[in-house]
């Protein structure tokens, strides 16, 4: 590309061919003011803010559209361009709100920054006030017409940037103002709800709706889904993928963060769905559906081949706990060079995996898979090896260790008849039934507890032939902890809930449970000790027969007497919250045993701050991260939306309710091509407006 | 088909034209003249009643609105004879009277033309309306049946023009057109020759040729009264320009609510391509081209340009910034030639007569004649083309009869609604490019806009100034929101609630959109404004100071 030399206020400035006069003088750190330019957008002309003077050239004429040439003798501050400036300016401002205090765009607005440059405090020109109502009834974005000074920013972004061309110049009257054709709303007149208007706006016109962004980062208010998962997964990146029908790279980006995407497809709890954008518009995306359904499709394994590890650092690193904090932690720390012993307590690796969660939700070949690609990376996994001590480990050789015990201990409740033999503890209950032991299960049975295990807990004993199976927790329907898949299709299965119970003692005769005594609850909170305080309902003693009561109130993790770590008041393994460190040197704690009993992806992400951690203490970077799927640039050209709005959730298809108590056969169906493609259409593709060249306030220069 | 072939497949068709034995009638009116329909049928009825052999022609408007249906009889062996306001019961009456008993009418008639005189009725060579005018590009309106290619090919050399120029090659084209010295109609005069050089020079493929058809002066009604009159003249033009430049790709560009006239473009399209007029291998040669019509919506701004090849296509009808100018970078991003129709049906008439003939009209600047629409306090609102020269004066009073009620003039307005205020003294005007805009006006659409001495200037700029405001397509600042402080600012005035700090503001306004706004729509914009403020500041004084209406009673109109 050829140089171009041209002098902008007695400097002599250099720039390439194509650029325009104010590209060069900005480069030059030589500020013009402008509010209709946008980096990334055609240059339109509109607002003469950016006007100059050029020598051998009549008038005034905007920067931005002139192309720099050489020899060009340019001054941007003479007196008529200031004097034109500041009218143009005034009269922008002068059908714009006075009140700059009280919008919410303020000290992050390009209009007030550009005012406050020129000094455009009092106005000349007359003021008026335009007198649009205020559009709040597009989901995502409000439109304040009366803040619009017409620039046309948004305009050029829908059309040009994104092709979807829903925005227009319009006119009501004396007024111009941005619009849809026939003032539709924005689902109805095809928008993609991309958010570049947005964006681009310098003023508040069109904003991000104040509930969606207030108080949260930029990045979690945009790309909620990516940055509300514990472990960050770049979901709009691989449903992109998805689209584009290469699975093998949708599944390379979850593998960057997590190394179980199908188990993942399977049983994650999905915060991204809760978080999702589209969901302000209609439904979320299923995001976890089509997450198995590339996990599924991933016959050409792109990742494998994209995973580098680095050569042996000499250092042995003991992973304690097989669950997926530790398989994680191992796997990422296996990449990193070190060498990698696993040791489980259990006979099979995979920890509440294999032992907590049902086959019916999670097929075992799903998670033998992915386990087995862990130990591929030259992971090795000690099963039904018991850690007693963590010196014993250090005595053994191993530079550090990392700690990932999980939460194996169920509890129950100290009520009258909770010490009777045959009650079930839910954790212990469902570890027996996944290992394949016969257990004992009455026709009636209760589970205490509202959440995921105790669904589990439920559904396994329905399965197990009980008949009447009910679920009895604390909480009301709507605040149950359980996800709701699992309620719902606990409820399909015949499980009766009684939410707002709490249970007074366990009923029995000549040792044989007959059932459990509840009282109602109005409301329970916890006091500064985190004690449980229950508010219950006068007289509102009944009892629910049952032949197999089963707590499922909550688990612990079980740290052997003089493992040799300092343990928390509420008997976690106590770690610095920052660096992973536990009270000992060299060791590292990650997942449910620091930090309770959680989900599936937070243990996942968990393992990895904690291998971070680790591989900073061998003097490694720390840097785990892999670039397993392909860097391409996405398409930022989206089209048209017609019906994009409109397009409803696809929901995933569950086997019979009757047949599924026949077996422990998966429950969800598998998602057909064609769904996922559909389904992945839905996607807002909120990422792309990160890709926006943000614009740089005058300060800046 | 060459254009010889072509000349006599038109005389075979249509002999009758040639054929001076052959009793010719010609019902002249707008499409939209609903007698001159029943005018037709009833002169069709009669004659076949009575038995007399004749030819009823129905073309377009002459541009006398207030005289239509005007009927040309033609009668062998005589002068052609035009009657005014003709209705069924008067058609009737003609034939009788005149067709069958040779009793002319004079009652009825406005003229005649030809050697004879014709007792008791006027040549038309002797009244003003006729003779101060100059009808270039009108020069078929009125006088051939514009769904007919014959019409165009026998009575006025029509594609002789075209076939002249494929003849003499492109740069001879574009030499031809310099020596004419015509200058773009749409509204600027930009030297045409100068422009098609610039396009020839581009770069790029397909070139293109667009056509503004589009009236977007709502009292200029110069698009329609060519396309519905004589649309081969501006195609024929079209096709002299893709051939000069090498475009290969035309547009015309209508008004999406002219009926009849696109009716009769398609229709002469079609006949075209039955000529080898249009597609492959035009005239036999290697030259190629395609036309299509391309509707388009009304309003003031899709006159200009830019903002016409932003409609194309398929984006808002908003101007951008040039250059980079159309004639390198239009359509598409591809060379684009623009011009007026005005223009093009010019262009036809100077390939078939020549440069000479057409450079001898006019004045040394502006060559050629000027269409004119005489509108607002004229007793005769007509389109009319005079040569340039003519003084607005004598258009106001020999074509548009002077002022109605018999008022005195106030001002006109020239140019369009952006065009300035002449005051009452200095209609002596000569309308040329150089004059008027050293006068501080436009040639623009043309329009001479009459206000009489009841006017008052206030109210005459806040009403246009209003109605411009509306037409603004919003883009640059200074045409928005300038136009839109003006008309507040006026209407303040207007309404006894002005200070005189608001004239101050206006002028600085007015100033600002000369020089900022994008478009020649904004930078006109002021005009009235200026003018008005200039010529007639009483008004705006007694406005102001005196909180009053200086044409509504108690002051006497100002003269």
């Known amino acids: 590309m050829e140089t171009v030399k041209l002098n902008i206020d007695g400097r002599d400035v250099e720039t390439q061919e194509g650029k325009s006069v104010l590209e060069a003088a900005l480069e030059a750190g030589i500020y013009i003011p402008y509010l209709c330019h946008h980096p990334d957008l055609s240059p339109n002309g509109a607002c003469r803010l950016c006007i100059v003077e050029i020598e ?53 607005c390009e209009l007030q920054s550009v005012k406050q440059y020129l000094g455009c405090e009092d106005l000349s020109v007359r003021r008026r006030s335009k007198l649009f109502p205020l559009n709040m009834g597009n989901p995502l974005f409000f439109h304040d017409p009366n803040k619009c000074i017409a620039c046309g920013r948004c305009v050029r972004a829908c059309h040009e940037l994104r092709g979807v061309g829903v925005l227009f110049y319009k006119k009501r009257g004396k007024e111009t103002y941005i619009g849809t054709a026939d003032d539709q709303s924005l689902a109805d007149s095809s928008c993609r709800f991309c958010g570049a208007c947005a964006e681009v706006c310098p003023t508040g016109a069109i904003q991000d709706k104040e509930e969606l962004v207030k108080g949260k980062k930029r990045k979690m208010a945009l790309i909620p889904c990516r940055y509300t998962c514990p472990a960050e997964i770049d979901v709009p990146r691989y449903i992109r993928f998805i689209r584009e029908k290469d699975y093998s790279a949708a599944t390379a980006v979850v593998r960057e963060k997590a190394p179980f995407p199908r188990v993942l497809g399977y049983v994650c709890d999905h915060p991204c769905e809760a978080v999702c954008r589209r969901g302000e518009i209609n439904q979320p995306i299923s995001i976890r559906e089509l997450k198995r359904f590339a996990a599924e499709h991933d016959e050409a394994r792109s990742w494998a081949g994209n995973s580098t590890k680095k050569p042996p650092t000499g250092k042995k690193v003991a992973v304690v706990g097989s669950g ?35 086959q019916y939700r999670l097929p075992r070949d799903v998670l033998d898979g992915e386990i087995r690609d862990i130990e591929n990376t030259g992971v090795e996994i000690k099963t039904g090896t018991r850690i007693e001590s963590v010196d014993r480990l250090f005595a053994e050789g191993y530079d550090a260790v990392l700690v990932a015990l999980g939460t194996h201990e169920g509890q129950k409740l100290s009520i009258p008849g909770a010490d009777i033999d045959d009650i079930l503890i839910g954790i212990d209950f469902l570890r027996d039934v996944n290992i394949g032991e016969k257990v004992a299960i009455g026709k009636r049975v209760v589970v205490l507890g509202g959440g995921n295990v105790a669904f589990d807990c439920a559904r396994v004993a329905r399965r197990l032939g009980a008949e009447q199976v009910h679920i009895a927790c604390l909480e009301c329907r709507d605040d149950m902890p359980a996800a709701g898949d699992e309620i719902d299709q606990g409820e399909e299965e015949g499980i009766a809930i009684h939410p707002s119970r709490t249970p ?37 003693q009944h009892v629910l027969e049952a032949d197999t009561v089963i707590f499922a109130i909550g688990q612990r993790p079980e740290v052997p007497d003089g493992f040799g770590l300092d343990i928390t008041a509420g008997r976690l393994i106590e770690v610095d919250t920052y660096t992973f460190d536990t009270s000992r040197e060299g060791v590292f704690a990650a997942g449910d045993a620091v930090n309770g009993t959680s989900s599936l992806i937070s243990a996942i992400a968990s393992g990895r701050k904690g291998a971070v951690a680790l591989d900073r203490f061998l003097e490694g970077s720390g840097n785990i991260d892999e670039k397993l799927a392909p860097q391409s640039e996405p398409e930022k050209c989206l089209g048209p939306g017609e019906g994009f709005a409109t397009m409803n959730r696809h929901e995933v298809s569950c086997i019979l309710p009757r047949e599924r108590l026949e077996s422990f ?24 407006r990160l890709k926006i060249t943000p614009v740089k306030f005058w300060g800046n220069y | 088909m060459d254009f010889k072939q072509i000349g006599a497949a038109a005389a075979s068709e249509s002999d009758h034209l040639n054929d001076g034995d052959c009793l010719k009638l010609y019902v002249v009116a707008s499409a939209d003249n609903i007698t001159a329909a029943s005018v037709f049928q009833c002169f069709q009825a009669e004659l076949d009643k009575r038995g007399v052999k004749a030819n009823v022609i129905a073309t377009g408007s002459f541009g006398y609105y207030d005289l239509e249906p005007l009927v040309l009889v033609d009668k062998p062996g005589k002068s052609t004879i035009l009657y005014h306001n003709v209705t069924p019961e008067t058609a009737a009456e003609l034939v009788n009277d005149y067709l069958i008993n040779d009793n002319p009418r004079p009652d009825m008639a406005l003229g005649s033309t030809g050697r004879d005189e014709i007792d008791d009725i006027t040549s038309i060579s002797a009244l003003p309306l006729f003779n101060l005018q100059n009808r270039i590009a009108l020069r078929n309106c009125g006088y051939i049946d514009p769904e007919n290619i014959n019409h165009y090919i026998l009575c006025g050399k029509g594609y002789g023009g075209l076939s002249r120029a494929m003849l003499m090659g492109q740069s001879d084209v574009i030499e031809e057109i310099n020596k004419s010295g015509l200058r773009g109609r749409g509204g600027a005069g930009y030297p045409v020759a100068e422009k098609w050089k610039l396009c020839r020079d581009a770069e790029g493929s397909p070139k293109w040729v667009i056509c503004n058809a589009v009236d977007t002066d709502p009292q200029a009604l110069t698009a329609r009264l060519i396309l519905e009159g004589d649309p081969h003249s501006v195609l024929e033009g079209m096709l002299i320009g893709a051939y000069a430049v090498g475009a290969s790709r035309c547009v015309i560009c209508v008004n999406a609510d002219y ?17 080898s007029l249009l597609g492959d291998n035009i005239l036999g040669s290697n030259f ?22 932003r409609c194309l296509e398929g984006k808002q009808a908003m101007p951008y910034v040039r250059p980079p100018y159309p004639a390198v970078s239009g359509l598409y991003e591809e060379p684009t030639l623009i011009n007026n129709l005005e223009t093009m049906a010019n262009v036809s008439a100077i390939f078939q007569n020549d440069a000479e003939w057409y450079a001898a009209f006019g004045t040394e600047q502006s060559r050629g004649a000027k269409i004119i629409t005489l509108a607002g306090d004229v007793v005769h609102k007509y389109t009319v083309e005079v040569t340039f020269g003519t003084t607005l004066k004598s258009i106001i009073d020999a074509i548009g009869g002077g002022v109605s009620n018999g008022k005195k003039i106030k001002a006109v307005q020239f140019g369009g609604p952006t065009g300035a205020y002449f005051a009452a003294d200095s209609l002596d005007i000569r309308l040329d490019y150089e004059s008027v805009r050293e006068a501080g006006s436009i040639i623009g659409s043309g329009t001479v806009e009459v206000f009489d001495s009841d006017s008052c200037a206030v109210e005459m700029t806040r009403d246009v100034i209003s109605y411009l405001q509306t037409q603004s ?17 006026l209407q303040d005035i207007a309404d006894g609630k002005g200070e005189p700090k608001d004239l101050d503001m206006l002028t600085e306004l007015g100033e600002a959109m000369k020089i900022g706004c994008i478009c020649s729509l904004g930078r006109t914009l002021p005009n009235p404004v200026l003018s008005s403020m200039r010529l007639f500041d009483s008004d705006y004084a007694v406005h102001i100071k005196e909180k009053r209406c200086p044409s509504n009673g108690q002051l006497s109109p100002v003269d």
Request: proline residues 3%; hydrophobic residues 35%; aromatic residues 6%.
């Open chain 2, 473 to 489: 397509c919003g883009k640059c600042v200074f045409c928005r929101e300038g136009s839109y402080q003006m008309s507040d600012i």
């Open chain 2, 288 to 309: 190629s081209c395609e036309i299509e019509i391309k509707e388009v919506p009304s309003s003031l701004v899709a006159g200009e340009e830019t903002a016409l090849i």
């Open chain 1, 504 to 540: 007074t003692r366990i009923l029995s005769d000549n040792g044989s449970i007959t059932g459990v005594e509840f009282l109602d609850v109005e409301s329970f909170s916890f006091d500064e000790d985190k004690n449980l305080e229950i508010e219950v309902r006068q007289n509102s």
């Open chain 1, 665 to 688: 056969c998966a429950v969800a169906g598998d998602m057909e091509e064609e769904a996922a493609d559909y389904e992945s259409k839905r996607c807002l593709q909120c990422d792309l």
């Open chain 2, 259 to 275: 009926i009849a006239a696109i009716k009769r473009l398609d229709k002469a399209l079609e006949q075209m391509r039955e000529y």
């Open chain 1, 56 to 108: 051998g050239v009549e008038g005034l004429p905007t920067s931005c559209t002139t192309p720099a040439a050489d020899g060009m003798v340019v001054r941007t501050k003479t007196e008529k361009v200031e004097h034109m400036r500041r009218l143009a300016m005034e009269l922008m401002l002068a059908g714009h709100p006075a009140d700059c205090g009280s919008c919410n765009k303020y000290l992050n």
């Open chain 1, 324 to 358: 997926p904090a530790g398989l994680t932690g191992a796997y990422y720390l296996s990449n990193q060079g070190h060498a990698i012993t696993v040791f489980e307590a259990l006979p099979l690796a995979g920890g509440m995996m294999r032992y907590g969660i049902p």
